[in-house]
């Protein structure tokens, strides 16, 4: 009997494993602009250990975290790690938001977006070495965060697009990121068409540039903004000026200003008042009426 209930435990396990695993490409082939890369995409363990640092993405991806069907609301988020555009922090920022989620019934998309080719195997200390000049990193990063972009937008038309056979709602589309992902989150907020509106957004220390703070859309998204005080890239004025905007303009709209985490504190555990963000993005959404059940499309196998 104990091996019976072992064999159905490892059973149940490693269906959970596989449903987290589906690798979703976003465009039909390699997308414009990155035609030439010649580059692969890699993956740095030894950088910061436990939480692997993904770069030299060429094809951009989403990979899928399905709520448990018994659990799930229709609700689902895109979500967009950090890491300048040089690399993701696949986990912190990633994987293990997508695994909170989904005990809220909220299926998860982990983006994988492109990013500035790294010549080197160790991307963290490659980035650092650029930022010395300033001018030569504005250099990379000027044609690359566009393209970045791109992909996210691309990410809400190809979820919104496959609702039914992913299995869930095509109106309760939102996406969330973090830091240079934030960019990305923010920018999907402006300039949208009806097939790539994300129906809620959530920058978290969000890096966002001059040039993205737009006229707030008459029909945007609710917001959802958290940084820290102390946050080393003295990112805080932009979470302002953005949750400023959505309150002038009339829109939904919450934020978070914890006085201790600093930037990049994700999903970590650091003792600090911004270890409860993931929380509070939780009753916001269940404010928002995101977390209350509806009945999604039943998922078909996908391949």
């Known amino acids: 009997m104990l091996r019976q209930i072992l064999t159905a435990f490892g059973i149940l396990a490693l269906a959970t494993v596989c449903r987290a695993q589906k690798i979703l490409p976003i465009w039909p082939g390699i997308p414009s602009s990155s035609e030439n890369w010649k580059w692969h995409e890699q993956e740095d ?13 060429v094809r951009p991806t ?20 950090g890491g300048s555009f040089c690399y993701l922090h696949i986990n912190t ?6 695994k909170w989620l989904n005990q809220k019934g909220v299926s998860a998309f982990l983006l994988k977006y492109r990013l500035v080719h790294s010549e080197t195997d160790h991307p963290m200390k490659e980035k650092t070495e650029r930022m010395k000049d300033p001018a030569a990193a504005a250099n990379l990063l000027t044609p690359l965060v566009p393209l970045a972009i791109a992909d996210a937008r691309q990410a809400i038309t190809y979820v919104r697009a496959h609702a039914a056979e992913l299995g869930v709602s095509p ?4 996406i969330i990121g973090f830091s240079a992902g934030g960019t ?35 029909d945007a998204p609710p917001l959802f903004v958290a940084a820290a ?8 004025p932009m979470s302002l000026h953005l949750y400023s905007a959505w309150l002038a303009a009339g829109h939904p709209a919450e934020i978070h200003i914890y006085s201790k985490g600093g930037h990049g504190f994700g999903m970590n555990k ?19 009426g995101f977390l209350k059940k509806t009945d999604p499309p039943q998922p078909a196998n996908i391949q």
């Open 45 to 57: 363990s030894l950088s910061r250990p436990g939480d692997p640092l993904v770069y030299n993405v």
């Open 171 to 174: 109106d309760k589309i939102g």
């Open 229 to 236: 005080t102390d946050d080393d890239l003295h990112l805080v």
């Open 184 to 218: 990305l989150a923010t920018a999907s907020a402006f300039d949208y068409t009806p097939s790539n509106r994300p129906d809620f957004v959530a920058p978290i220390y969000a890096y966002v540039p001059p040039t993205q703070l737009l006229t707030v859309p008459r």
């Open 93 to 98: 920022e990633g994987a293990d938001v997508a």
């Open 270 to 288: 650091q003792g600090q008042p911004s270890d409860t963000w993931i929380e509070r993005f939780g009753d916001w959404l269940q404010i928002q």
């Open 62 to 81: 989403l990979t899928f975290f399905p709520a448990d069907p018994s659990v799930a609301n229709g609700t689902s988020v895109i979500i967009c790690p």
